[in-house]
Nanobody
Framework: VQLQASGGGLVQPGGSLRLACAASGFTIDFFAIAWFRQAPGKEREGVSCIDNNDGSTNYADSVKGRFTISRDNAKNTVYLQMNSLKPEDTAVYYC????????????????WGQGTQVTVSS
């Protein structure tokens, strides 16, 4: 099981980025996939999650209305579209999954990808 996050970079405030989480070794159709982030000196926080059963999504209050999570099962990839970026969005972003039967956004993930750095600065 492997998750590969990509798409990070340096962007000005108000700009956009799209992160991708490519899965290998398993099919994302059957698993919830989540995005987390960790800023320097801060604890890791959940950003968004997309369920595998009904495609339902959830978002942290800090990103609601600005970020959109989606999945492309054909490409075995989950995306995080980030718009109206703010300096406080600067962090390393990770994707992760709960690999247990009945995978859910409501259980802590047990497989993590490597992070991708997002820096929002003028």
């Amino acid at each position: 099981v492997q998750l590969q996050a990509s798409g990070g970079g340096l962007v000005q405030p108000g700009g956009s980025l799209r992160l991708a989480c490519a899965a290998s070794g398993f099919t994302i159709d059957f698993f919830a996939i989540a995005w987390f982030r960790q800023a320097p000196g801060k604890e890791r926080e959940g950003v968004s999650c997309i369920d595998n059963n009904d495609g339902s999504t959830n978002y942290a209050d800090s990103v609601k209305g600005r970020f959109t999570i989606s999945r492309d099962n054909a490409k075995n990839t989950v995306y995080l579209q980030m718009n109206s970026l703010k300096p406080e969005d600067t962090a390393v972003y990770y994707c992760a999954t709960d690999s247990s039967p009945g995978s859910s956004c409501h259980r802590p993930p047990d497989y993590w990808g490597q992070g991708t750095q997002v820096t929002v600065s003028s």
